[in-house]
């Protein structure tokens, strides 16, 4: 079993920055794989991006590349993804999520999830 908190959401101007958190107990945070998700309002979730169990590879959704970066620190069984030069439609709640295996972009692979934080970008 992983346990997984997601932190440091809220309102924001469009341009703005936020520095998500997601820190994690329970199963050993090195053995998991990583990803963030966020589900807009009236939309389906979608993936972000996603870390592997050292860290030493990431990939992120092609719109989002160059404006989040995804990392982790195993010492602190943290996740975290920065989010830079936010536009309203990154607007969603977002989620954490962990997967005891290899990095994947789908949804459906990954095994526990975090309650979610919600992110408001103002135009």
């Known amino acids: 079993q992983v346990q997984l908190v997601e932190s440091g959401g809220g309102l924001v101007q469009a341009g703005g920055s936020l520095r998500l958190s997601c820190a994690a107990s329970?199963?050993?945070?090195?053995?998991?794989?990583m990803g963030w998700f966020r589900q807009a309002p009236g939309k389906k979730r979608e993936f972000v991006a996603a870390i592997s169990r050292s860290g030493g590879s990431t990939t992120y959704a092609n719109s989002l590349k160059g404006r989040f970066t995804i990392s982790r620190d195993n010492a602190k069984n943290t996740l975290y993804l920065q989010m830079n030069s936010l536009q309203p439609e990154d607007t969603a709640v977002y989620y954490c999520?962990?997967?005891?295996?290899?990095?994947?972009?789908?949804?459906?692979?990954?095994?526990?999830w975090g309650q979610g934080t919600q992110v408001t970008v103002s135009s």
């Open positions: 999520a962990a997967r005891p295996a290899t990095l994947s972009v789908s949804e459906s692979e990954y095994a526990y």
């Open positions: 329970g199963r050993t945070f090195s053995d998991s794989a």
